[in-house]
């Protein structure tokens, strides 16, 4: 089955740093990639949609400067959370819609920062 | 803009029941619904995608159906096993057109505990 992976799993660093966290699709190719971000006891909530080759479409109220998504190739997509503040600590996961399909996606296994 | 809920927020039953989980949404306007499985700290499994056309799937002892008009899905689960037991996430893909295509609107879920 197709795969997808994030990388950290799990990172923790100071406030007012940089964290980027990657987003692959292992085995196919995926113009289109989504980010979420989860709370303890939460639900996912989206955060953009980020399209190769172009900009990030970002969710209302998500703050596009704060997180810098580049998805500069079909199988790869960033996320950067800058100036990091401890409010900013949840679990961030990504998806990976597969080329040419409308609804074939398939979740990466996310990735934990705490943010100290 | 699209919410969904889902009831009820935990459940907990001994092995061998039958269960049924609720997930509600306003928008009728969806491509596909779907249901996922997540255990604590990990990502999503997809459990059954139901498209818009369609009334309900069934994959071994899970069946959910759709009631798009009233913006209602179910999730049955037949001989419920301690296996089972994970938090179960409803989510909706709205339709249209567009990079944003794929994006998918989830509930808060439902923490299921079996026990033996």
């Known amino acids: 089955g197709a795969v997808v992976s994030q990388h950290p799993s799990r990172v923790i660093c100071k406030s007012g740093t940089s964290v980027k966290i990657e987003c692959r699709s292992l085995?196919?190719?995926?113009?289109?990639m989504f980010w979420y971000r989860q709370f303890p006891k939460k639900s996912l909530m989206l955060m953009a949609t980020?399209?190769?080759?172009?900009?990030?479409?970002?969710e209302q109220g998500v703050e596009k400067d704060k997180f810098l998504i580049n998805h500069a190739s079909l199988t790869l997509s960033t996320l950067t959370v800058t100036s990091a503040h401890p409010e900013d600590s949840s679990f961030y996961i990504c998806?990976?819609?597969?080329?040419?399909?409308?609804?074939?996606?398939?979740f990466g296994p996310g990735t934990r920062l705490t943010v100290t | 803009k699209q919410e969904v809920t889902q009831i009820p927020a935990a459940l907990s039953v001994p092995e061998g029941e039958n269960l049924v989980l609720n997930c509600s949404f306003t928008?009728?306007?969806?491509?596909?619904l779907q249901w996922f499985r997540q255990d604590p700290g990990k990502g999503l499994t997809s459990l059954l995608l139901i498209q818009s056309s369609q009334r309900e799937q069934t994959s071994g002892r899970l069946n959910a159906s759709l009631d798009k008009s009233s913006g209602r899905s179910t999730l049955y689960i037949a001989a419920s096993q301690p296996g089972d037991s994970a938090t179960y996430l409803c989510a909706v893909s709205p339709s249209g057109r567009g990079s944003t295509l794929g994006r998918l609107y989830f509930g808060r879920g439902t923490q299921l505990t079996v026990w033996p």
């Open positions: 085995d196919f190719q995926a113009t289109t």
């Open positions: 928008d009728s306007a969806i491509y596909n």
């Open positions: 998806s990976a819609r597969r080329t040419g399909s409308i609804h074939e996606q398939y």
């Open positions: 980020s399209n190769e080759g172009s900009k990030a479409t970002y």
